[in-house]
Each structure stands twice: as structure tokens, then as C-alpha cells.
């Protein structure tokens, strides 16, 4: 995936302006936050016709976070998944 689509995507899902997010800025908005993206990808699994439980909503993660890789350490892709978890203890 190129890093503008990328950073909209990111821009998206934090709800921030595109324009203003660079790669920087998107990662350290990321780490500051990761529960905020966690919570932004568990409501983009639930409008997912892909995904109907969690361990569909468990794949789906695994495939968003491949995307943003490039965008999180390991320590952060760590806490996103704990908040995305989290979101999803109701399914």
C-alpha cells in the first residue's frame, strides 16, 4: 500500500486532516494514542459484511495491521490489538 493511501486511511480512522499527516506525525499520533485506532478498527470490523464474529473480526485486525505496519512499532501494534480485544469482549 503507497503511503498516501496509507496516511488516509489513518487520517480516517482518527479522525484528523489529512493535509497535516505525515508519516511522523501519523506514527506518534498512533503510539500516543493506539486505544483511539484499536476503537476506530473494532467500528470498521462491525460495518464489515466480512466480519460476523470475532475470529472474523480477529482476521480482520490481523489484515489491517499487516497494512499498517509501516506506521507501528511493536510495542504499539501491541496495545492497538489490546484495545481492538477489548472492543470486541462483547461478540
Known sequence: MGVELLLAQ????????RAT??????RAAI?????A?????VAEAAASDDVTDAG????Y??????DLAP??????AAAV?????AGISAW
Open 10 to 17: 489513518v487520517a480516517r480512522l482518527l479522525e484528523r486532516e
Open 21 to 26: 499527516l505525515t508519516p511522523e506525525a501519523a
Open 31 to 35: 503510539a500516543a494514542n493506539p486505544g
Open 37 to 41: 485506532l484499536g476503537a476506530a478498527l
Open 56 to 59: 472474523s473480526a480477529r482476521a
Open 61 to 66: 485486525l490481523a489484515g489491517r495491521l499487516a
Open 71 to 76: 506506521l507501528l512499532s511493536d510495542d504499539t
Open 81 to 85: 490489538r489490546a484495545a481492538f480485544e
